[in-house]
């Protein structure tokens, strides 16, 4: 194996070339490491280092080093994430350096603020890159433009070892979630990530205290997360938009949006009010408009329907007016119900209708997608009406949240080797039911549909074949999504809506 002291060398080494610290702080720094590995010495001669070693394959050497030297117990993943990310913090600097930096830039520019700071959070491994790189992604033309398509692979399955580690490991409400301001710097535990390289940046929205991350897992470029300073539940309200409003105003080359903020159609964290956004174009922002409408009282903005498979509203103009007609068409679609679509706002009291906003500018003006979205559920569609119908379940049964809404599937690691098998399967078919593997039955019918639909399909094809199949289910889902559907008295029912809100305004009702 390598000399760890030859490993310690080349670490940093790479930590001055990404500029992570500086050569007069070299000594400093390969202390700090020698005491997170409890070493007490040190030796020159460890021998030459490799020029433009790769971060993880040093990290690697060491953390082999640290297992076989006794400094992790069970030697899990989640162990020496915790290990790799004490060292890789000894490299960075303290939070306040990190945002004075950022302040710097942004007085500059912006985007070099932005840019500096996702460097720092890729270059210190918090961004785990290459994870995000076994993430299998490609792209599928639909009628409604091209979408992504990202099979998740980076995030590691739970070692046996650290799920019986589990059972003996008190509970902790500290951090109390993964969004909370209290992970900067948290070293981590076997139900905690570890967080000693995370690093954050103070914002304010709407006159409220908000924080800048990083995404450690980004499904996109510079996929950034905001989120509140306290611990307070996600609810859209009017200060949403002004808040989204805020952040692009700041961050005119991000955009930045809200998941919905009731159950089944809302983001898997609804504890903890925050939002996604990052410097990436989506389907949804390319999508074409339909007729532009505008309304009385606000000059600067035009509403327009988009064409997507859900049920998307427009809104473009001066921002001020911008945030007023969003939260007027949200307060709308609180209230609204149309028996003839299937759409009811409330049951017994429990509301249905929410919204998935998305801000950005185009140019001058700021610019919100509202999406509209109902969360009932029926004995025919239990898991929710407006939701992937069970015939989809067997590649997207997950909510459909802000990245997907955009046109970013983001689909179950278990797809990879489905797929693979799958793509044998329809190159020799076997015989009959029973010579399936018993996890694949779940696509029988889909496999049998590809089948007849390509009767023509090869080796070179056939993984083209499926990437394409695969993308047009998610279109699917993303009709089930849709509150208004794709039909004819869908569409016509979604132009009333919008008429209703253009033209059927009360002069004594907020919308601030």
């Not at 089948?451 to 083209?464: M, R, T």
């Amino acid at each position: 194996m390598p000399s760890i002291y030859r490993e310690i060398e080349q670490l940093v080494a790479y930590g001055i070339q990404a500029g992570l610290l500086e050569e007069a702080d070299k000594v400093f720094v390969r202390n700090r490491i020698l005491a997170v590995l409890k070493l007490d010495d040190w030796e020159d001669d460890a021998g030459e280092s490799k020029e433009n070693a790769d971060l993880p394959s040093i990290l690697k050497n060491i953390l082999d080093w640290a297992a076989d030297h006794g400094l992790l117990a069970a030697n899990t993943v989640t162990e020496r994430d915790i290990l790799d990310t004490e060292i890789m913090n000894c490299l960075l600097p303290r939070p306040s350096e990190v945002i004075r930096n950022f302040e710097q830039k942004y007085h500059t520019n912006p985007q070099a603020a932005t840019e500096y700071f996702y460097h720092l959070s890729s270059a210190s491994h918090y961004i785990r890159e290459d994870r995000i790189k076994k993430n299998k992604q490609w792209k599928t033309m639909t009628p409604y433009g091209e979408i992504d398509i990202t099979i998740n692979l980076s995030k590691p399955e739970k070692d046996p070892k650290e799920i019986a580690l589990l059972k003996d490991l008190p509970s902790s409400n500290y951090p109390e979630c993964l969004l909370c301001k209290e992970n900067e710097g948290y070293k981590g535990t076997l139900r905690h990530p570890a967080r000693a390289t995370h690093r954050i940046i103070p914002l304010t929205l709407n006159e409220e205290g908000w924080y800048l991350q990083y995404s450690p897992y980004v499904y996109y470029n510079e996929h950034c997360i905001v989120f509140r300073d306290q611990h307070i539940p996600m609810k859209i309200s009017a200060d949403t938009f002004s808040r989204l409003l805020d952040f692009t105003e700041q961050f005119p080359h991000y955009f930045l949006g809200s998941n919905a903020d009731i159950p089944i159609v809302g983001g898997s964290i609804l504890s903890h009010d925050h939002f996604q956004g990052g410097n990436y174009r989506f389907a949804l922002e390319k999508a074409e408009e339909g007729e532009e409408v505008q309304l009385d009282g606000f000059p600067s903005v035009i509403v327009a329907p988009v064409k997507w498979p859900m049920s998307v509203i427009r809104v473009r103009g001066k921002k001020a007016e911008v945030a007023a007609v969003s939260t007027l068409i949200y307060q709308k679609w609180q209230k609204y119900s149309d028996p003839s679509v299937g759409i009811f706002s409330e049951t017994d009291g429990v509301p249905h209708n929410t919204v998935t906003p998305i801000a950005r500018r185009r140019g001058d003006l700021f610019e919100v997608d509202v999406v509209l979205r109902n969360n009932r559920t029926s004995a025919e569609h239990p898991d929710g009406i407006f939701h992937p119908h069970q015939q989809l379940h067997h590649i997207k049964k997950e909510n459909i949240g802000l990245i997907e809404v955009m046109g970013l599937a983001v689909l179950p690691g278990r797809l990879e080797s489905e797929l693979s098998r799958l793509a044998a399967y329809l190159l020799a078919p076997p015989d009959g039911k029973e010579n399936w593997q018993e996890d694949l039955l779940k696509h029988w019918d889909w496999y049998h549909s590809i089948l007849k639909k390509y009767p023509d399909i090869d080796a070179d094809n056939v993984g083209k074949i499926l990437e394409d199949e695969v993308g047009k289910i998610f279109l699917a889902v993303l009709e089930d999504a849709g509150v208004f559907k794709q039909d004819e008295q869908g569409l016509a029912a979604f132009t009333n809506f919008i008429q209703l809100v253009t033209e059927s305004r009360d002069d004594d009702e907020q919308y601030e």
